[in-house]
């Protein structure tokens, strides 16, 4: 059975969250945050296909290089630094125990 | 004036749905959207994108979806207003309701049912500051007329086709083209990024990457950006016209100002009864809405629908006994044309 995993979220007015993710439900860190009711909104449902889910990655675990989709994605963002994902795109799984995130400032 | 049993704004699978089971009651339907072809996101976002969770299809593309919704209501010959968006709405001494659009069309119906999904889709604004000072005054979104960049010095900032496109063409006619873009990889066309690259060596595109703009001056109208690069420089480049081109958002626009209830930008609606939204006569469906345990969904954009169109009949023909029949027993919907 897999275990859960702890990530930290920071929302856009600097406070932490600590969520707990399943790592056994293809869930990727929208939709964890979305359950947690955080301000993600997702538009897109997870096609990187918005980048309402745009956030920073702030810890040093090794993620999935991005796809070409979530690059096209990002080039049309704003507010995007080295360290930007979509969180759409990233799925849980064990190896991100201790994810730490900070959610990237909404445009429009 | 266009006049019809039920206005229905936003031509996405629900509100192309919906068209189907008003027909079914042999209601008249006509439908507005801001893009110029029906399917809203569908065909607008992922139109080759394989949709698992239509019932009795395993698997279908998008933008098929749109098409057999397409032929499936052709019999009850609906009106479309395409290209518009709907701003705004009065009712008349008779209690219908009147739609215009951007471009002034107008609409009349007894009932309207607002099935925009995500909403219209506007162009997507750089976050600074300033910049809504020099829109239309050197900033744009949307190339209108070429003809006014002849001459002139442009900066374009974007990474796909339309940023191409445009870099492409703009350089025979403007004084200089400097394109921009965050990275330095860009996701148009391969023939089209061949081609701004063999411009920016030949001297005739001035082509920034791994850079943005983030600074817009000038006096009455734009006359220079200041871009800034990832390893820290900056420089200011002299323009007449910046197009910032970063694609398409949804936003819910005008119809968030028809005094709807309005809760994390989706209309709230009655979902013990008939999505009725908090006007009489005004309706909610598909991805627009919100209520208890909303799932967006394109199936339960369809059963919105076709709860709806049945009161949306009582309020066109109040003197007339709604009989609901299955297709199966109609024989085809060929009698109802």
């Known amino acids: ?43 897109c449902g997870g096609m990187a296909m918005c980048a309402s889910c745009h956030c920073y990655i702030d810890s040093n675990h090794l993620l999935n290089e991005p796809s070409e989709d979530e690059e096209d994605m990002l080039d049309q963002a704003f507010f995007v630094e080295n360290n930007s994902r979509l ?4 799925f849980m799984s064990s190896h991100l125990e201790g994810l730490k995130v900070t959610l990237a400032p909404e445009s429009d | 004036m266009i006049q019809t049993d039920l206005l229905i704004i936003g031509a996405g699978p629900t509100g192309l749905f919906s068209v189907f089971e008003a027909g079914l009651l042999k209601m008249k339907c006509h439908l507005i959207d801001s893009l110029p072809q029906p399917g809203g996101q569908l065909t607008e976002i992922y139109p080759k994108k394989p949709i698992y969770d239509i019932p009795g299809f395993p698997i279908i593309n998008a933008g098929e979806l749109v098409d057999n919704l397409m032929e499936q209501i052709k019999p009850f010959n609906p009106g479309f207003t395409l290209g518009e968006s709907a701003v705004t709405i009065d009712k008349d001494e008779h209690g219908q309701f009147i739609v215009t659009t951007d471009k002034g069309t107008a609409h009349r119906a007894p009932s309207v049912a607002i099935a925009g999904g995500l909403g219209v889709f506007t162009p997507r604004r750089p976050p600074i500051e300033n910049l809504k000072d020099f829109e239309q005054k050197g900033v744009e979104y949307i190339i209108k007329d070429p003809d006014i960049y002849k001459d002139k010095k442009v900066v374009i900032s974007g990474g796909g086709d339309s940023a191409l496109d ?21 996701r148009g066309h391969l023939d089209s990024v061949d081609k701004v690259m063999a411009l920016a060596q030949a001297g005739k595109v001035n082509l920034i990457t791994n850079a943005e703009v983030k600074e817009v001056t000038g006096n009455e109208c734009l006359n220079s950006v200041t871009v800034h690069a990832k390893d820290g420089t900056t420089q200011t480049i002299k323009c007449d016209h910046w197009l910032p081109l970063f694609g398409l958002t949804p936003t819910l626009g005008p119809i968030g ?63 007339k006994k709604l009989s609901f029949k299955y297709t199966t027993v109609m024989g085809g919907v060929g009698s109802l044309e």
């Open chain 2, 166 to 186: 445009w870099t492409i063409y703009l350089a025979e006619i403007a004084e200089e083209v400097s394109l921009i873009h965050r990275r330095t990889s860009f």
């Open chain 1, 1 to 43: 059975m897999s275990a859960d995993i702890n990530i930290t979220v920071i929302d856009r007015e600097g406070q932490q969250h600590q969520l707990i993710a399943p790592t056994d439900m293809n869930m990727n860190l929208m939709e964890v945050c979305k359950s947690y009711e955080l301000p993600v909104k997702g538009t």
């Open chain 2, 257 to 319: 100002d028809w005094g709807l209830t309005i809760e994390k930008n989706s209309i709230v609606v009655d979902n013990s009864s008939d999505y009725r939204t908090n006007i009489e006569g005004i309706y909610a469906i598909g991805d627009v809405n919100t209520y208890p345990g909303k799932l967006k969904l394109i199936l339960c954009g369809f059963h919105e629908g076709t709860i709806m169109v049945q009161s949306a009949f009582k309020r066109a023909y109040p003197d």
């Open chain 1, 87 to 90: 969180g759409c795109q990233i």
